[in-house]
């Protein structure tokens, strides 16, 4: 070698692997897999009816496909994948299935417990992969229009049972003095509104008070209005608007944004417009995804792998897609009270939502001008 040869570094020893790791990850990776697999054939027992069907009683696939008038190979299929994965039980000598009741109140019925509805969403938000894949390697993102209209139908699943459930038993209750200002009689907004169902709720409970629910996707709006008139309310309708135009003009006593503002291609804009539509003393009550801004204050929290997936496949994206902040679900509710604060809203309590491990409350209100009491 002469002097004047670049000098190469002597070759590394690869650091020893440590093979239990290895074969713990390995695990790892075929539980989430054997998880998303899972989730698909839950959502099918949910769209199809079996677990209904199978709550009728113990049954073998023959005696459980008539019930749910579906086909024997299929069911037999799938009784396979839920005995094995420990979503319903086997008794071999029987032949028969069952679904235990504590299993049965998370995958039936219409309150917040059914978390069926939450894996038809896991399909869903993998449907978009080939557009998602274009967004990480050019940007942009893949807009709200992609995703419907199953994201309506998916979305109203996920929070209906929880509205039923908290809303106003356990989220108006959670604002000092709103229940008292909705049964006095306010006008009220709901942004963000998707089909609604917290408006109708909203409407029926509080008979003196009106209700608009504003949402940019008419499909959604449809299903609130069919529903509405349904109930028979006078008090509740729904507008076709981009809330960053909402009305500030006759304002608002109350206005309502559930799980909206971290989609928002402009969130602080929409926060100020917020704050401005309101009366002064008006609520403002934001419901927003629970987790802290900082990923290291997110390592140990449980639900953050689900939201920060969810917001890199849908919450995220679709802002992005309109060259917006991009947020995404887990902007953290230090970020949350720094925005607020920037947007007028000085006092802001954060409460959970009973029974909801995912969502805030985040209560705030305009403030009343400051009036000068000194006398000269
Ligand atoms: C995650 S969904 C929540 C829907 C409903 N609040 C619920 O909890 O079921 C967010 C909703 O906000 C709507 N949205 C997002 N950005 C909007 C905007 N700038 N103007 C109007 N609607 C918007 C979407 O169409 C969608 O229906």
Same mark, same amino acid.
């Given at each position: 070698?002469?002097?004047?040869?670049?000098?190469?570094?002597?070759?590394?020893?690869?650091?020893?692997?440590?093979?239990?790791?290895?074969?713990?990850?390995?695990?790892?990776?075929?539980?989430?897999?054997?998880?998303?697999?899972?989730?698909?054939?839950?959502?099918?027992?949910?769209?199809?009816?079996?677990?209904?069907?199978?709550?009728?009683?113990?049954? !073998?696939?023959?005696?459980?496909?008539?019930?749910?008038?579906?086909?024997?190979?299929?069911?037999?299929?799938?009784?396979?994948?839920?005995?094995?994965?420990?979503?319903?039980? %086997?008794?071999?000598?029987?032949?028969?299935?069952?679904?235990?009741?504590?299993?049965?109140?998370?995958?039936?019925?219409?309150?917040?417990?059914?978390?069926?509805?939450?894996?038809?969403?896991?399909?869903?938000?993998? =449907?978009?992969?080939?557009?998602?894949?274009?967004?990480?390697?050019?940007?942009?993102?893949?807009?709200?229009?992609?995703?419907?209209?199953?994201?309506?139908?998916?979305?109203?699943?996920?929070?209906?049972?929880?509205?039923?459930?908290?809303?106003?038993?356990?989220?108006?209750?959670?604002?000092?003095?709103?229940?008292?200002?909705?049964?006095?009689?306010?006008?009220?907004?709901?942004?963000?509104?998707?089909?609604?169902?917290?408006?109708?709720?909203?409407?029926?409970? %509080?008979?003196?008070?009106?209700?608009?629910? %504003?949402?940019?996707?008419?499909?959604?709006?449809?299903?609130?209005?069919?529903?509405?008139? =349904?109930?028979?309310?006078?008090?509740?309708?729904?507008?076709?608007?981009?809330?960053? =135009?909402?009305?500030?003009?006759?304002?608002?006593?109350?206005?309502?944004?559930?799980?909206?503002?971290?989609?928002?291609?402009?969130?602080?804009?929409?926060?100020?417009?917020?704050?401005?539509?309101?009366?002064?003393?008006?609520?403002?009550?934001?419901?927003?995804?629970?987790?802290?801004?900082?990923?290291? !204050?997110?390592?140990?929290?449980?639900?953050?792998?689900?939201? %920060?997936?969810?917001?890199?496949?849908?919450?995220?994206?679709?802002?992005?897609?309109?060259?917006?902040?991009?947020?995404?679900?887990?902007?953290? =509710?230090?970020?949350?009270?720094?925005?607020?604060?920037?947007?007028?809203?000085? !006092?802001?309590?954060?409460?959970?939502?009973?029974?909801?491990?995912?969502?805030?409350?985040?209560?705030?209100?305009?403030?009343?001008?400051?009036?000068?009491?000194?006398?000269?």
């Amino acid at each position: 070698m002469t002097a004047t040869e670049p000098t190469r570094s002597a070759p590394q020893t690869p650091p020893a692997l440590d093979a239990e790791r290895a074969e713990r990850f390995a695990e790892h990776l075929m539980e989430l897999t054997t998880g998303g697999m899972l989730s698909h054939l839950i959502g099918i027992g949910h769209r199809t009816g079996l677990f209904d069907a199978l709550a009728a009683g113990p049954a !073998d696939s023959p005696t459980l496909a008539r019930r749910a008038n579906l086909h024997e190979r299929y069911v037999r299929e799938w009784l396979g994948a839920m005995a094995t994965g420990g979503i319903v039980s %086997y008794d071999p000598g029987e032949g028969s299935f069952t679904l235990p009741a504590e299993h049965a109140v998370c995958l039936r019925g219409s309150t917040a417990a059914n978390l069926a509805p939450f894996t038809l969403a896991v399909a869903h938000l993998g =449907e978009h992969l080939d557009e998602l894949e274009e967004a990480f390697r050019h940007g942009g993102g893949v807009p709200y229009e992609r995703f419907r209209p199953r994201f309506t139908e998916i979305m109203d699943g996920m929070s209906r049972g929880v509205f039923d459930d908290q809303l106003i038993s356990g989220i108006v209750p959670a604002v000092p003095g709103l229940a008292e200002r909705l049964s006095a009689g306010a006008r009220v907004a709901d942004i963000g509104c998707g089909t609604g169902h917290s408006v109708t709720l909203l409407a029926a409970e %509080y008979p003196a008070s009106t209700f608009t629910g %504003y949402d940019f996707a008419s499909d959604a709006l449809d299903r609130g209005r069919a529903e509405v008139a =349904e109930r028979g309310l006078a008090n509740a309708s729904f507008e076709a608007l981009d809330i960053v =135009e909402l009305p500030t003009d006759p304002p608002f006593d109350v206005v309502f944004a559930f799980d909206t503002i971290h989609d928002q291609a402009e969130p602080a804009r929409v926060l100020r417009r917020v704050h401005d539509a309101l009366v002064p003393g008006g609520h403002f009550v934001m419901l927003d995804t629970r987790a802290a801004t900082e990923l290291a !204050d997110n390592l140990d929290n449980p639900f953050a792998p689900l939201l %920060y997936s969810v917001s890199t496949l849908h919450c995220m994206t679709v802002s992005l897609a309109r060259s917006g902040a991009g947020l995404g679900t887990v902007w953290g =509710e230090q970020l949350a009270r720094r925005m607020l604060a920037e947007a007028g809203f000085t !006092d802001v309590a954060v409460s959970e939502v009973p029974d909801d491990p995912l969502d805030s409350v985040y209560s705030c209100r305009r403030p009343e001008p400051v009036t000068d009491r000194t006398t000269r």
